[in-house]
């Protein structure tokens, strides 16, 4: 599993609140992705980063951002969370001698 | 962007059944991934593609580059086959795995 994890992995809050999900891994990978999944979309890249701090947009980052202060940690924060961010988000590495992408299983919002 | 289109939508097969999932991409590519999403939500890597032909016990794929499409084999397929399959593309000059997802084939695998 790539030593993956995502903290939480359900939560409900409200609209107008912050939220931030956490992404932690234990390899050293350097590459590290979060996205989005939500019906008839498929997943969606929304910020990726390349190291400690180093990180840039995907295709769904308005609403979003991102902070990588050391290697194994990747936060996701919903500055003021909408109920079109309701959706699984999906943190991601690609291994080192690779370009194999691994998933982490996921952590399920919903914004009320 | 690029375009993922993936077929058929929809699959029900009947256990031990083969069957061939499609995907088709707008433009060159240069990263090719195909996923298995599991009926538990988890996403795990069945190939990373971007050309030739791969094999892994029951599951194989193929990609033509040139053409623009890749096609994942189920063979003598199983109940724990059942999920969503996704392929997943990354154009030039890449770097970085910045992977754009089709919407997936939802496979159902009945006894």
């Known amino acids: 599993d790539a030593g993956i994890t995502q903290s939480p992995r359900h939560k409900v809050t409200e609209t107008g609140t912050p939220v931030t999900l956490r992404c932690h891994q234990t390899?050293?990978?350097?590459?590290m992705y979060w996205y989005r999944q939500d019906p008839g979309h498929g997943l969606r890249l929304i910020h990726y980063?390349?190291?400690?701090?180093?990180?840039d947009k995907g295709e769904v980052s308005d609403g979003y951002s991102v902070s990588r202060s050391k290697t194994e940690d990747f936060l996701l924060t919903l500055e003021s969370a909408t109920s079109s961010q309701t959706s699984v988000y999906f943190c991601?590495?690609?291994?080192?001698?690779?370009?194999?992408?691994?998933f982490g299983p996921g952590t399920r919002l919903l914004v009320l | 962007g690029i375009q993922v289109e993936q077929s058929p939508p929809d699959l029900i097969l009947q256990e031990g059944a083969n069957s061939t999932l499609r995907c088709n991409f707008s433009?060159?590519?240069?990263?090719l991934q195909w996923f298995h999403q599991n009926p538990w939500g988890q996403l795990i890597n069945l190939f990373y593609?971007?050309?030739g032909t791969k094999q892994n016990g029951r599951l194989s794929a193929t990609t033509v580059a040139t053409e623009r499409y890749s096609l994942l084999y189920i063979s003598s397929s199983q109940t724990t086959d059942s999920g969503v399959y996704f392929c997943?593309?990354?154009?030039?000059?890449?770097?970085?795995?910045?992977?754009?997802f089709g919407t997936g084939t939802q496979l159902k695998v009945e006894l």
């Open positions: 991601a590495i690609t291994a080192r001698l690779s370009e194999t992408q691994y």
């Open positions: 980063s390349y190291g400690v701090k180093d990180t």
């Open positions: 593609i971007p050309s």
């Open positions: 997943a593309v990354e154009r030039p000059p890449g770097g970085g795995n910045k992977l754009t």
């Open positions: 433009d060159s590519v240069n990263n």
């Open positions: 390899e050293n990978h350097r590459y």
